[in-house]
């Protein structure tokens, strides 16, 4: 079997890793259209051979993009073109994006539908490029299925296989279920995180002090925030309804605790911190 | 040197292994309020003997208040004034509350005021009771010395000492300072996983989705949302001035960030964003 995989980044990088050496796929072939990204891809040696994307589209069984959501919107739509030109009926072709409402209405209608298996494997660092990508990433993690009754079943069962050799547990789900769950257990972080060091940068204007006095808890809600612009920016404008959403609900809490906090009102701030302490019966 | 600790939980019990095992003290004494926990404390091994108030203050050459913020202020000048009638001039009282302010207000004419020595080990985890405490948590971290001026250049070298022992690096800083900055860089970061617990677990009512969903950039976004009212209550409206002044600047740039997501202005979430990469910069 050959894997094609469009975009070595983290998640595309990271495939190929454990795809390649857990026995998934004989030949590994890669697209990477940024020419520094895709020498050191090479170079780190996470596929078999750099190629352009018409060969990648050519000769892989499996076509996995992993590419920031708007170009990929595009992308899968232009592959599942391909495929119907070349007649070539198994060929499968994924995606692994943050958001699947806008795909899946892209290529709802396209008569090789079935052909296309719409993921999102959810694992990933805040790091990116090829870089970034680490074996076992993916594993214990949750893959989401979107619409998972469009694929043909031949290509969901393949997808579920090449997921379980990852190690992720299959959730099913419609697309815009998912989007509106993970605007709230994924995308809403990232704000919040961006937020809190767009506060922190604005007011520390000596960075030395963050560096010093920073502890442990403000890193990890701050990690968020060096997570890249190419791939949140389209995620946070195709998922904008719900994000929108979130965040009006979010900025009504916060602005319950700083009413709180500036009438002195002790027994209120303890009501919500012990409100939302009840996140420890969810998150280990 | 025999050293009392009060408060037997995660800074007071962490502390109480290491300055043990690593010879700082012959013998640790505790104290601790909550019977369960005194209880454990001595099961655990925490300290050489779980005692009263009194005898801690009596038998102790250091006595660390290590209670929530509230309680400490009153507890740290009521041992001073027993340092006091005892004529006991060669002991030492030291706080390790998160907040510095009012407790350097409270002990700044007291007569025996050099013998009181103000920290903050700046380190902890989510977790709080005897069960929380653990070896090496204070390692490589910051300590902060609030006001080391008003204490005796002997009790001061003493406690440096003392955290030397632990590993920490000593900052020195006024405590109004001290409030000022740890707001930005400790404080926020609680009160921002505070709001995002409480808008996940208002819109997820099903549960299960946030647990097979959250990602791990969720979890540790929101892992500080488990901490405990009892220390943060009064963390929080002890420091208001400045914990308020932080908000309303974090509430601002949420508001950015929503209107532009808002208005499609991709050129704009862009910016935002990485304005806030700069992070990178300081945090690892």
Not at 116 to 139: I, K, Q, R
Not at 233 to 239: D, G, K, S
Request: charged share 25%; proline share 3%; aromatic share 6%.
């Amino acid at each position: 079997m050959t894997v094609g995989i469009i975009g070595l980044g983290l998640i595309g990088g990271s495939m190929a890793i454990d795809l390649k050496r857990r026995g998934f796929a004989d030949r590994i072939i890669g697209v990477e259209s940024n020419s520094i990204n895709a020498s050191a891809a090479g170079k780190i040696g996470l596929v078999d051979e750099v190629v352009s994307y018409e060969t990648c589209v050519e000769e892989a069984d499996i076509v996995v993009v992993a590419v920031p959501v708007g170009a990929a919107v595009k992308m899968v739509s232009d592959i599942l073109d391909r495929f119907q030109t070349a007649g070539a009926k198994e060929k499968i072709v994924i995606d692994t994006c943050s958001t699947k409402e806008q795909i899946a209405l892209a290529t709802h209608y396209h008569p090789c539908r079935g052909q296309f298996v719409s993921t999102h494997p959810m694992a990933g660092t805040e790091y990116s490029g090829p870089w970034a990508a680490m074996p076992n990433l993916f594993d214990g993690r949750a893959c989401i299925f979107a619409n998972p009754e469009e694929s043909s079943p031949k290509a969901l069962k393949t997808i579920e296989e090449m997921y379980d050799v990852l190690n992720m547990r299959p959730i099913y789900m419609n697309a815009s279920s998912h989007d509106l769950h993970t605007a709230y257990v994924s995308h809403i972080s990232h704000v919040t995180s961006f937020a809190l060091a767009l506060t922190v940068l604005d007011k520390e204007k000596d960075e030395k002090h963050i560096f010093d006095l920073a502890s442990g808890g403000f890193s990890s809600t701050v990690r968020l925030a060096k997570s890249n612009a190419d791939m949140w920016v389209p995620i946070l404008t195709q998922n904008r309804d719900n994000v929108l959403q979130v965040i009006d609900t979010y900025l009504e809490k916060m602005t319950q605790f700083r009413n709180a906090i500036a009438d002195f009102d002790e027994e209120g701030i303890r009501s919500l911190i012990e409100d939302a302490n009840r996140i420890k019966k969810i998150i280990r």
